[in-house]
């Protein structure tokens, strides 16, 4: 079992975990199963869900693994009848699934004029079907596994619901418009959700990671001859610590705002993980 940063019993919980076989969100899972969880991973595709099934069945843990949309009613539904037959019913949702796309995503950080005559993506060039991919997948693939998923919650004590927003989602980052609005909706509907589902005894919380260098983001990072981009130089100058964190730097906001004796007034909050990053005014 993996060593915690905080001691938190999940013991006959069940954590369903969308986005689980991903880098992040890969080790969150192996987070709550350490913490006594049951946990259902939920991916696109089954051999990544499975794989993170495996390594922390391995390890001593219960998990299984799902392939499932969370952008498809009709397989989540199906995904949540399979997980009420193999793990029994969701106390805690971590809304995981999310990330860019190149689609929606500018070539240049500021426009200037000419520009609209090159073969450069700018602003207007835009692709629309790129930016409301970026948008459903961040935004809608955390309302439909949350209306799926939630009803299991209602008359339940110690449910919560914990969402993954981003350092994008208090001030935009340049170039990625679809993947910064997204991530802003995504906050500002966990603030939503938390006032609506009050009075139900669920709570809903976010947290936003600051830089973390995984698969999504590689390409905006480090050049294909693996030196740093000119934009990795700007966000470790931004983030005061000097450093990228680290997936398991994730595992202490998690486990304190699933944990019901920690966090039982705690709800509509979104926490940053960032280093100092949305502290530090560059100044
Ligand atoms: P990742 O690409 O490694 O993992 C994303 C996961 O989402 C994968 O398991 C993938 O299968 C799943 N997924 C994608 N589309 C899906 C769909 N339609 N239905 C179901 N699952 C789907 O990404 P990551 O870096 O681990 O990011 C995890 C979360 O953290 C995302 O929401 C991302 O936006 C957010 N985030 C990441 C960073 C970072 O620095 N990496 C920073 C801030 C926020």
Known sequence: MMELPIQTDLTGKV????????????????????SGAKVAVISLHEESSRKVEEEITADGGTAKGYACSVLDKEALAACHEAILRDLGPCDLLVNGAG?????????KEYFEAGDLDSDLKTFFSLDNDGFE????LNLVGTL???????????GREGCSIINISSMNAFTPLTKIPAYSSAKAAVSNFTQWLAVH?????????????GFFSTRQNAALL???DGSPTQRTGKILAATPMDRFGKP???????????????????????LPVDGGFSAYSGV
């Open 197 to 209: 589902f009050s009075h139900a005894g669920i709570r809903v919380n976010a947290i936003a990671p």
């Open 99 to 107: 990330g860019n796309n190149p689609r929606g995503t500018t070539d």
């Open 133 to 136: 991919a970026v948008f459903n």
């Open 15 to 34: 954590a369903v975990v969308t986005g689980g076989g991903g880098v992040l969100c890969s080790v969150l899972c192996k987070a709550l199963a350490s």
């Open 144 to 154: 439909m596994p949350t209306q799926e998923f939630a009803k299991d919650m209602i």
């Open 248 to 270: 398991e730097e994730l595992i202490g906001a998690l486990l304190f705002l699933a944990s019901e004796e920690a966090a039982s007034f705690i709800t509509g909050v979104v």
């Open 222 to 224: 480090w050049n294909e």
